[in-house]
Nanobody, 113 residues
Framework: QVQLVESGGGLVQPGGSLRLSCAAS????????MGWYYQAPGKQRELVAH???????NYADSVKGRFTISRDNPKNTVYLQMNSLKPEDTAVYYC???????WGQGTQVTVSS
């Protein structure tokens, strides 16, 4: 049973933008800090950003000033707006519901010219 449904990945040139979306059920969304993680080939999964149920965000240093996480409560959806993308941002991005330990299926983001 899929609990988190991601969308929005793709191929973009360096300097470009993408927006990732993650939709969750109401109970998951209202009770969890929602986050985005990325995992590049051969590397561990790392936190990109998360946002608490109260709307407080936290970012990895590598994405501060470029990425913005937000949550739309009526839509039970969390977004990751990614600007000024770099080749090193290339990875599979996963949505996470922290307290319940749920993960999305992952969406590929490739930054390349």
């Amino acid at each position: 049973q899929v609990q988190l449904v991601e969308s929005g990945g793709g191929l973009v040139q360096p300097g470009g933008s993408l927006r990732l979306s993650c939709a969750a059920s109401t109970i998951i969304f209202k009770t969890n800090t929602m986050g985005w993680y990325y995992q590049a080939p051969g590397k561990q999964r790392e936190l990109v950003a998360h946002i608490t149920t109260g709307g407080r965000p936290n970012y990895a240093d590598s994405v501060k000033g470029r990425f913005t996480i937000s949550r739309d409560n009526p839509k039970n959806t969390v977004y990751l707006q990614m600007n000024s993308l770099k080749p090193e941002d290339t990875a599979v991005y996963y949505c996470n519901a922290r307290e319940w330990g749920y993960w999305g299926q992952g969406t590929q983001v490739t930054v390349s010219s």
